[in-house]
């Protein structure tokens, strides 16, 4: 099933996103950061929002969402658990429930640990992740409200996705999260080729997201949690869990 996805930057480092399923006509947003540039592409397109999906509450994913809703009549959807704090939802989801958007079957998947009540979607047919500010391209999101554990068992769950999925995630974080990754492991041939690759992209000022999952496996300190080699890098003994070696390298970006 053909589906186009826009990347669309929003405020200073954000990101929208934008799936059209030309079958059906159906456009779903993914966070909404700021309005007029969504609005724009959708315009220049022809394309007129039916959903807004919610991946947290960060005012940076969602202060445009009600400006969006009324200029298109999207529907909003987002996390029950976060709703609260969620401008008024049309529909609360819950982690575990599949939501039926155009011909795609959308899996609603927890991603607690930047937020609590963070949740991503998975679009399996489109081979799509909108990881919020979970996963990140080279990085995590800071646990601003959920612990360690929490967001290892979130990047452990879509790890197990297929390699080929494309990481969709919230900031153009990637260079800095990878000076980060370079910082311990200087001579890391993967993340050497991978680093040049990223400043090439933002010379040329473009996106350096989405980042295919199996990309994101081999050369992000925070799914490598089981790499001896990450492990001695860090500094750790042999008998360091995979969460501890991920928590270990969570505090020193946190201090970068």
Partial sequence: MAVELLIIPCLADNYAYVVHEAATDTTTVIDVPEAPPILKALNERGWKANLILLTHHHADHIDGVQALSAATGAKIVGAKADAHRLPKLDQEVSPGEKLAIGMEHVEVLPADGHTVGHIAYYFPEGGLLFSGDSLMSWGCGRLFEGSAQQMYDTLTRFSELPDETL????????????????????????????????RAIRAQAR??????????KATNPFLRGDDPKLRDALGLPESATPVEVFTEARARKDRF
């Fill in 167 to 198: 990481v969709c995630s919230g900031h153009e974080y990637t260079e800095a999260n990878g000076r980060f990754a370079l910082s311990i492991e200087p001579e890391n041939p993967n993340l050497i080729d991978r680093m040049e690759n990223v």
């Fill in 207 to 216: 996106p350096t997201v989405p980042v295919e999952l199996g990309l994101e």
